[in-house]
């Protein structure tokens, strides 16, 4: 294991400190101090989820804690951002609250099959459930500042940057400059969205601008195959928007199973999101009638808005981190070992800063093991086994553990599919046509269920508890001899008995999509 060395000013002259990486095993590390003294023994740079859970669970542990969060504002840029960060205030929250607006539109008008007498038209005031969001993220703004105020930490308006092993700069609002050193330094950036390179780039926006518009559009055309443009594409329509999206693969939402996908994209389909599948976007042009878009297959699309949902970058350029030595990859994004600690010993980063695993529950979970590792004299790593996830399109999708195509590209023997599909009992009286999927991957071998999805009304909620027994290792066996809840759509998960198909362990997945 390699040594690393620093030099540290102290009253008297200069010390020595070596600090190995071995120290965390040994379990040494919150307990190295000696006779430094230091403003902070952790400043944390960003107040996103995972740095207010660092932040206090570090404080809980007796700590000392500063951190930094540049100034409240729904749309970020490189001087604005708030506490709570992007999953907060302009990521998973407001996006849900949007979803659960748009879902409303398509059940009033199911709801006539069950004898709701409603007018034909029916209005939307998007600026009202605009002003219902804001409302609530300054809420959950200020529960994130009084959490980091309850548990002692102090807090910092302003942007900070890495100026040495041990200390950090605030740069406040009117550009007045604070130095703090710190035993310890987080890095807890998050990541920002980043744009496609094509002419007329600057009449996108990106998914910040999406939940701050002022004003509904009639037609939106959105650039990208993930999480976000699939939920963004449901919002509108769903709102009423005539949606066109594009993707670059055959299929959106790349990464997920397969068969999974194939149904989202119908069930978009169905709902009236038009898809332009193997399609790029080369050229925006402003007109009186809107923006005109033309794709790399040389059609030309009329749009109000254009959003490009095409990814996300680590936060990290401002920091200065390459200066003090902190290695980063091609894109930004911090590198870290598996205990989330940098190439430098006392300097460690968490959640999207470090493109792992981008998910705000995982950033929880990284900050909270971050905390125990180096506070908590108990070395710990975080286990990214078996973590659930959904995209919340409508109806949302949602997993946990191996797709199958994961699955039998990992596979030392037979896989064994399970599915089922069906139309849930709510649409049989309202007439929607749009089916429900759930799936279950099993080792022939152990009987382990090691991958579950699920596409259809609720799959997050019911997924959220699949996840706990894979955590725990499962069996098919377990899951069958569990009396499921009637009537149900999580019932499924437990009654399905006959094998859909078996793959050999020598199989190739169904589709490269």
């Known amino acids: 294991m390699k040594f690393h060395t620093l030099f540290q000013l102290q009253k008297g002259g200069f010390s020595i400190v070596i600090m190995s990486r071995k120290m965390l095993i040994d379990g040494d590390v919150g307990n190295a101090s000696g006779e430094d003294q230091y403003d902070f023994d952790l400043f944390v740079i960003g107040a996103g989820s995972g740095g207010v859970r660092a932040s206090r669970f570090s404080a809980q542990y007796g700590a000392k804690v500063g951190i930094c969060e540049l100034p409240f504002h729904p749309i970020s840029s490189e001087v604005i951002g708030g506490v709570g960060g992007t ?158 999206l594009c993707f670059r693969k055959e299929l959106p939402l790349r990464g997920f199973d397969d068969e999974m996908r194939a149904l989202v994209a119908r069930n978009l389909e169905g709902r009236g999101i038009i898809l332009h599948p193997q399609t790029n976007l080369t050229k925006l042009v402003k007109t009186e009638d809107g923006i005109k878009v033309t794709t790399d297959h040389g059609e030309e699309l009329m749009a109000d808005v254009v959003l490009f949902a095409t990814g996300r970058i680590p936060n990290t350029k401002r920091l200065n981190l390459q200066a003090v030595g902190v290695e980063v990859d091609s894109i930004g994004a911090v590198k870290v070992d598996e205990y989330s600690r940098t190439s430098v010993p006392s300097i460690w980063a968490i959640g999207d800063a470090t493109n792992r695993m981008n998910l705000t529950p995982v950033a929880l979970m990284e900050g909270s093991l971050f905390a125990k590792t180096v506070f908590g004299n108990e070395p710990s790593k975080p286990d990214y086994s078996n973590i659930p996830c959904a995209v919340f399109c409508i109806p949302p999708l949602s997993v946990v553990g191996l797709s199958e195509e994961q699955a039998i590209e990992q596979a030392n023997g037979d896989i064994l599919v399970y599915t089922s599909t069906f139309n849930p009992m709510k649409n049989s009286i309202s007439g929607r046509q749009e089916k429900t999927l759930m799936k279950l991957i099993v080792s022939a071998e152990t009987d382990k269920v090691i991958g579950a999805s699920m596409c259809g009304p609720d799959a997050a909620e019911i997924m959220q508890g699949i996840a706990i027994a894979l955590k725990c290792g499962a069996t098919k066996a377990q899951f069958d001899s569990t009396v499921g809840i009637h009537p149900s759509s999580a019932e499924e998960f437990v009654t399905m008995r006959s094998v859909t198909r078996r793959i050999a362990a020598a199989g190739k997945p169904k589709t490269n999509l």
């Open 87 to 244: 999953c907060v205030i302009r990521g998973c929250v407001p996006k849900k609250i949007l979803v659960y607006g748009a879902t409303f539109g398509p059940e009033i008008q199911d709801s006539r099959e069950y004898g709701w007498q409603v007018n034909e038209k029916v209005d939307f005031d998007w600026k009202k459930l605009l002003h219902k969001k804001t409302e609530e993220i300054l809420r959950l703004n200020g529960i994130y500042k009084r959490l980091l105020s309850n548990a002692g930490v102090k807090l910092f308006e302003g942007e900070g940057r890495i100026v040495g092993p041990n200390e950090v700069e605030v740069i406040q609002l009117d550009g007045t400059k604070l130095s703090y050193s710190a035993k310890q330094i987080l890095i807890a950036t998050g990541s920002r969205a980043q744009r496609l390179d094509i002419p007329g780039q600057e009449l996108a926006i990106t998914s910040d601008e999406a939940l701050s518009l002022d004003e509904l559009p009639k037609r939106v055309v959105v650039l990208g195959g993930g999480y976000i443009a699939v939920e963004f594409a449901s919002i509108w329509r769903g709102m009423g928007s005539t949606v066109n």
